[in-house]
């Protein structure tokens, strides 16, 4: 039985992993939005930063997907009340008397 080993070239021996993205802007962005959400995202953000201070770049890379996609729930949640609520407000000042 023979072994082989197909060389890669994404991560070489002696560098460190890459770090992910901690989305704490965008999180700050979503808080204007859709408020739990936002705080969320910003939790998730802020683990990120923990994690990859430890250099366990697992989690940090969960909790990234995490916090964006905390992040972009809450801008298109926010985004959908508020179209929602100008409807109403559009449907309530159109009817007649």
């Known amino acids: 039985m023979e072994t082989v080993i197909i060389p890669s070239n994404e991560h070489k021996p002696d560098a460190p992993p890459e770090a992910p993205p901690d989305h704490i802007l965008f999180s700050l962005i979503s808080t204007l939005f859709f408020l739990p959400l936002g705080i969320a995202a910003?939790?998730?953000g802020v683990k990120v930063r923990k994690a990859i201070k430890?250099?366990?770049f697992t989690t940090a890379?969960?909790?990234s997907a995490k916090a964006?996609?905390?992040?972009?729930?809450?801008?298109a949640l926010g985004t959908l009340m508020g179209a929602l609520v100008a409807c109403?407000?559009?449907?309530?000042t159109?009817?007649?008397p």
Not at 68 to 75: D, L, Q, R
């Open 42 to 44: 910003i939790l998730k």
């Open 54 to 56: 430890l250099n366990d």
């Open 61 to 63: 890379e969960y909790a």
């Open 68 to 75: 964006a996609k905390f992040a972009m729930s809450g801008i």
């Open 88 to 92: 109403v407000i559009i449907v309530q």
């Open 94 to 96: 159109n009817q007649k």
